[in-house]
């Protein structure tokens, strides 16, 4: 009888154990997934972000946790005095993300580099859902720009 029960015992703390695993894994463990993308990749996640944020701002294929890695060749750059920002174009594609202040003189046309993000759950306004954790954000909940420490150059 007792190595019956035991051996209840061991399969429920399996199963437990199973489950729970399992569940980690399903929801991208608990620090979320290091992802990779191109400028355009990350173009056409910002635009899905954008068309469906004023219900919730969900990104379609990244959740909380998920770090972003978007590596590309600088092929033109631009300061906007006007808002004290900086935008990039990579490999063709303008970024809809800018940075704090004129940082064009840090940077070349043809430098490969990588902007880091992380999606964070942010309550905004009363509008909870998916946010970029490094982007600052105005009062009235708009981005303001990003800070030139999440840029990385490559091969330098």
């Given at each position: 009888m007792l190595k019956k029960n035991l051996m209840i015992s061991v399969a429920v703390i399996g199963i437990i154990v199973v489950g729970v695993t399992s569940g980690i894994f399903i929801l991208g463990g608990f620090e979320g997934r290091t992802i990779k993308m191109t400028p355009q990749q990350w173009d056409d996640e910002q635009t899905a972000y954008i068309l469906t944020c004023a219900d919730k701002p969900d990104f379609p294929s990244l959740k909380p946790g998920d770090k972003v890695e978007i590596t590309g060749n600088i092929t033109d750059m631009m300061y906007n005095p006007m808002f004290n920002s900086t935008r990039f174009v990579l490999d063709g594609v303008w970024m809809l993300d800018t940075f704090t202040g004129n940082i064009t003189s840090n940077y070349t046309t043809g430098d490969n580099i990588t902007i880091?993000?992380?999606?964070?759950?942010?309550?905004?306004?009363?509008?909870?859902?998916?946010?970029?954790?490094?982007?600052?954000y105005s009062d009235e909940g708009f981005p303001i720009g990003l800070s030139e420490s999440i840029i990385r150059k490559n091969g330098s």
């Open positions: 880091t993000l992380t999606v964070t759950t942010m309550n905004i306004n009363g509008l909870v859902g998916e946010y970029i954790k490094e982007d600052r």
